[in-house]
């Protein structure tokens, strides 16, 4: 099926791009999910995961503590590169198996994978087209820490780990601009939409 990769920095508005795609119909696979789901209780990840940084990154029910393991990776590259070749991976299977059920259970001739890391996993190689939601890098910053509530030197270690804006949007076939409203970011993904159908749609 024809797939399109929707990414964008932390805080640029990926989520409600995606959530104008789902009204059209479109399966719109999330690669957040897939990361949470190979860390569930049970998994093999999530045991190496435990033996590598300790219990301690366990809460109480036995599932993943994400904000202290985020905490734990943005402060040390050489832990974030040894989680990254763990779970990348797995994640990469769960998306291509969540990719090939679009056929079956949505109507729309093609499907979003929604990544932040869409670019820098390598996870391009799933998708035919690259959409990045774009906005001011300062307007980013603001969105993502009232959010988040996350501080503004985490957000800023989160942004260093992504690729530059302009790099980012250097690989972008389509640019959505999330600066202004709501509604004037509904009616770019509206045009978007109907163009992706053509694109999916039109004979090879």
């Known amino acids: 099926m024809f797939t399109v990769g929707l990414t964008g920095g932390i805080g640029s508005g990926k989520s409600a791009a995606a959530a104008r795609f789902r009204y059209h119909g479109v399966n719109v696979v999330d690669a957040d999910i897939a990361a949470r789901v190979v860390v569930e209780p049970g998994r093999t ?8 940084f300790g219990t301690d990154i366990l809460l109480e029910n036995g599932e993943l503590d994400r904000a202290a393991l985020r905490k734990r990776v943005f402060d040390n590259p050489e832990e ?28 729309a001739p093609y499907a979003i994978l929604e990544s932040p890391l869409l670019l820098e996993s390598g996870q391009v190689a799933l998708v035919q087209r690259v959409c990045v939601v774009d906005i001011p890098e300062e307007l980013q910053l603001a969105r993502a820490t009232a959010r988040d509530s996350n501080s503004v030197q985490q957000i800023r270690k989160i942004m260093a ?44």
């Open 161 to 204: 780990a992504q690729l530059p804006r302009a790099e980012r949007c250097a690989q972008a076939h389509d640019i959505l601009d999330n600066s202004g409203s709501l509604e004037a970011l509904n009616a770019q993904v509206d045009a978007l939409h109907a163009q992706y159908i053509q694109l999916a749609t039109k004979p090879e």
């Open 45 to 52: 990840a999530l045991a190496a995961i435990a033996e590598h």
């Open 80 to 107: 974030r590169r040894w989680l990254e070749q763990l779970t990348h991976p797995l994640i990469r299977e769960e998306i291509i198996s969540s990719l090939a059920a679009s056929s079956e259970t949505h109507n």
